[in-house]
């Protein structure tokens, strides 16, 4: 199983900015979806997370800016990020708790390889 994170880059602030994150691999279904950030010298936080059935948790930080999606079918998890704010700046990771089947049945969570969003003053 792997997560594809896309969609960061330089963005000006006050700004927008769309993230995807893809999975792909032997799937039979994801729990929650996520994204996380870290910014340089400190822990990464979650930012947003959303179940299977469309549930969301937004951290406060970002409430009322950001806005996390999914597409089941496509297991694909989105951030729309607007009003864009400097401190937003950090790595941006994706995250799935994968329910797939080997010699058993495991949930694991697999994370996504990050992208950097920038937020210029």
């Known amino acids: 199983v792997q997560l594809q994170a896309s969609g960061g880059g330089l963005v000006q602030a006050g700004g927008s900015l769309r993230l995807s994150c893809a999975a ?11 994204w996380y950030r870290q910014a340089p010298g400190k822990q990464r936080d979650l930012v947003a997370d959303i ?3 469309g549930s969301t948790n937004v951290a406060d930080s970002v409430k009322g800016r ?14 729309q990020m607007n009003s864009l704010k400097p401190e937003d700046t950090a ?15 495991i949930t694991r969570r697999y994370w996504g390889q990050g992208t950097l969003v920038t937020v210029s003053s």
Do not use: P
């Open 24 to 34: 792909s691999g032997t799937i039979f279904s994801i729990n929650n979806m996520g």
């Open 51 to 53: 179940t299977s059935g």
């Open 66 to 79: 950001f806005t996390i999606s999914r597409d089941n079918a496509k297991n694909t998890v989105y951030l």
């Open 91 to 105: 790595v941006y990771y994706c995250a799935g708790d994968v329910r797939s089947y080997s010699t058993s049945w």
